[in-house]
């Protein structure tokens, strides 16, 4: 039987005492996750087989008083976005034992409340900007809650991971621009989430550096949906624009099938580019132009920061910003016939 100093089995404090090491440093080498000296190895090692020390899962888990599962804060699950980004987690999480349990924020009538319930159920919260308020993510802060925001700006004391935006959005719009189009409309929302205000700044960028002034954005809810009601009001207003910058594919898309359904050329009449690069985007007709971004990355990254502050490997705050691609095909009317797709195409 395990043993520890009072003859109950034996616990992590009891090796960590033996050991003469911190929880957290045992912890990471009992389950194998992040870095540890090799002498401190021997003597966990050391610790452990003199207690008879058994790390049963639950067992462990009551000791460091966690529950071995991360909280997944998310706006919505339709689309393809999401399901990439859940596949990305959930991968990274089940190969290092831990547990997911998904909020939903959208059409929840107590957001707060249910992420606050989730907080106490789970060691720590990743959240999308688009479904926690700042001042909530404050107060889990304060109630020393690890956080880890997605495409949110940084937060004191919160790790965040974004793709970049500002750049890719600079020379999406500037290839347009370039090509002779002058008549461009960005369409998204950008006061939420973060990465869609970078985008739109991307897109002023490019207008403003070759002299030009950017109109407003016309702002559409970056769903399927939204996107299809936006592309037939266009075409009952009549008032096309030579080329729409449009927030992610799913609006892209969405609007790339209304106006061909309609009769309108794209990309002779109208160019139509997207962001994500989501698997669709490549089989469309015409191929659609777009921003390729790391979505599964992403939330790999996602579940191993949160890791990291709940297992004490890392106690200070980190800001990571994933590289991003210009797709280059069809869509735009860009791309030179003997590139194929362009820069980043297939």
Known sequence: MPSGPTGRPATI???AALAKLSIATVS?????TGPVSEKARIRVDEAARELNYVPLRAARSLAVQRHEAHGLVLPDLAGPFYGDLLMGYERWAGEHGQSVIITVTHGHPDPRRSIRDLASR?????????AVELSLIQDLRRANVPVVLIAHPPVTGCDSIRSESLLSA???TGRLLDSGRRQLLFVGDPDTPYDATARYEGFTNAHRQRGLSAPDPARVRLTEAAGAQFAQQLLQEKKLPQALV???DEVALAVLKVLR??????P????????DDVMAARYVTPGLTTVRQPIAELGRLAAQRLNERVTGERTRARNDVLATQLVLRDSCGTVPPDRGGGVGGE
């Open 13 to 15: 404090y009891d090796v």
């Open 268 to 275: 002779d009449d109208v160019a139509v580019t997207g962001w």
């Open 170 to 172: 600079e020379q999406l």
């Open 261 to 266: 359904t309609a009769g309108v050329g794209v």
């Open 122 to 130: 789970v060691d720590g919260i990743v959240a999308h900007a688009d």
């Open 28 to 32: 990471r080498v009992l389950q194998g």
């Open 246 to 248: 449009c927030g992610n």
